[in-house]
């Protein structure tokens, strides 16, 4: 039986005669969910059985890893390097059990996919949909929000980031560049004169989205080292109603270019200060199993990289 098979058949658990790899997956669960009873509900096991395999492994180790109390469930610090090395060693099982089962070869299992809210359902989902058209045995999960997320911690397959990556120990295939925009609608400009510096904005209404990167520190220069400090009237805490909100003539905002491209194209909007802005911000494919990616791993990679480089959108810095 297979590493990924469900544990209401996989696992019987009597005493404390558990297997480490059966203890050390409710271990993680225990410690992801933070509770028996809710590892015990995803896991399909009761909450006794749950228990008795995390005290069979923490008498089998010889160490605490939970801290128990009538409301929580919290690691200890031997508990959270324990849950590291057991989630890495449970996905180099799962890999070579994938290996053995063929799911290398054929594309296969849940796909998971994540980036940026607006990016995600603009270009991101018409891939995904695409890819499972040609992959029926794959079935799909979009995680599109406007966070970082650890894809490794939250079990992603596959993240499109833009901005400047960290060193870590992820793939990353660059697939172009999109740019900070500042834009207004034309009905806006007809009423206030239009921006000729950055230190022009001073005297004009901002809108400013509320997001995991806003701040009121709008950088200018191909380095970024000029700023000027906004001090929005509107705060919105979604791109798409700042956006909005420019749309209709009320203020200025700053977004990513492709965020706005729509507007663009049919003129709702108008960019301004272009040359003054940063440097493009650079667009990654990112998975975390190099060359060992799975078969779905790898196809769906394959097909964005290729999508991704041939929209010219990203292509023009």
């Known amino acids: 039986m297979g590493f990924c098979a469900s544990f209401s058949t996989a696992v019987m658990i009597e005493g404390d005669g558990v297997d480490r790899w059966q203890a050390m997956k409710i271990f993680?669960?225990?410690?992801?969910t933070g509770g028996f009873a809710e590892a015990a509900r995803q896991l399909h096991l009761s909450p006794p059985a749950v228990t008795r395999a995390i005290s069979a492994l923490e008498e089998e180790i010889g160490v605490r890893l939970l801290t128990r109390t009538t409301r929580s469930v919290k690691l200890t610090e031997a508990g959270r390097g324990y849950l590291d090395d057991c989630r890495r060693i449970l996905a180099e099982m799962a890999d070579a059990d994938a290996a053995a089962a063929g799911a290398h070869g054929n594309p296969t299992g849940t796909l998971i996919v994540t980036g940026s809210v607006i990016f995600g359902q603009m270009y991101v989902l018409p891939i995904l949909?695409?890819?499972?058209?040609?992959?029926?045995?794959?079935?799909g999960r979009s995680l599109f929000v406007d966070r970082l997320v650890n894809i490794?911690?939250?079990?992603?397959?596959?993240a499109i980031r833009i901005g400047h990556l960290p060193d870590s120990g992820l793939s990353?295939?660059?697939?172009?560049?999109v740019r900070r925009v500042i834009c207004g609608a034309p009905a806006y400009f007809e009423q206030h004169v239009m921006p000729r510096t950055p230190a022009d904005l001073v005297h004009h209404r901002i809108i400013g989205p509320t997001g995991a990167w806003a701040s009121p520190e709008w950088h200018f220069g191909p380095e970024g080292r000029s700023s000027v400090t906004v001090h929005p009237q509107l705060f919105c805490n979604t791109n798409e109603a700042a956006i909005a909100a420019a749309e209709q003539g009320w203020g200025l905002t700053r977004v990513l270019s492709y965020q706005v491209e729509p507007a663009l194209a049919a003129e709702r909007l108008v960019t301004i200060l272009d040359e003054h802005m940063e440097k493009p911000l650079p667009i990654h494919v990112i998975h975390a199993e190099g060359?060992?990616?799975?078969?779905?791993?790898?196809?769906?990679?394959?097909?964005?990289?290729?999508?991704?480089?041939?929209?010219?959108?990203?292509?023009?810095?």
């Open 152 to 158: 490794v911690e939250e079990g992603i397959d596959v």
């Open 28 to 32: 993680v669960r225990v410690a992801e």
């Open 172 to 177: 990353a295939i660059r697939v172009g560049t």
């Open 129 to 139: 949909l695409d890819y499972l058209d040609r992959f029926p045995a794959v079935t």
């Open 291 to 317: 060359r060992r990616a799975a078969a779905k791993v790898r196809s769906f990679v394959d097909l964005a990289v290729d999508r991704l480089r041939a929209n010219p959108l990203f292509q023009q810095a």
